[in-house]
């Protein structure tokens, strides 16, 4: 399962979802939602804004976590 990070990274940054929002140019609520990880479906756009305004990589705010059941 792919889990966003952005939470854990805007916190050791010291920066809001609101500084995160008028960076980005991205509405409040979209930027809110990856914060939560309440997000399906992940747009490049909004991933290229917050690491251009945060300064950081993919890495630095996605993780990759193995699901339990691998039995498919």
């Known amino acids: 399962m792919v889990r ?3 939470d854990k990274y805007l916190n050791k940054c010291g920066i809001t979802r609101y500084e995160l929002a ?3 140019e991205v509405k409040f609520q979209t ?3 990856y914060y939560k990880n ?3 479906r992940y747009d ?3 991933l290229d804004r917050v690491c ?7 890495c630095d705010i996605i ?3 193995r699901d339990e059941d691998t039995s498919l």
């Open 31 to 33: 930027i809110d939602r």
């Open 52 to 58: 251009t305004a945060l300064g950081c990589t993919l």
């Open 38 to 40: 309440s997000v399906v």
């Open 22 to 24: 008028k960076r980005t």
């Open 44 to 46: 490049s756009y909004i």
């Open 4 to 6: 966003l990070t952005i």
């Open 63 to 65: 993780e990759y976590v």
